[in-house]
């Protein structure tokens, strides 16, 4: 069995209103992924929320390396998460943590 190569994407998530915790965030991306792409395409994208920081709104997502384009394109969909308008804007992408910095 082939070992899937996966991606990290740096990204900030702009507010206009109350924090995001980490669990709403991943919670919306997972919503959009199972949407727009159905459940083998959210499965098969391996997405997990690596670091996030509520104040600051920046964090590290990863993901599948092929599945890589479509949740960038689930996580621009949200435009609001509770209450709280947001927007999602993708920063770098690497294939390892350290090429992030």
Known sequence: MKKTRKRYLRF??????AEITE???SNAIWSSLLSLYGEIC???SKFYLNSYDAKKGTG???CNAAALEKVIASAVMINSIGNTRVSF???KTSGTIRGLS
């Open 23 to 25: 669990k709403q965030f």
């Open 60 to 62: 590290i997502l990863q």
């Open 12 to 17: 900030t998530l702009h507010r206009n209103g």
């Open 89 to 91: 804007e993708p920063m």
């Open 42 to 44: 959210t499965a098969d």
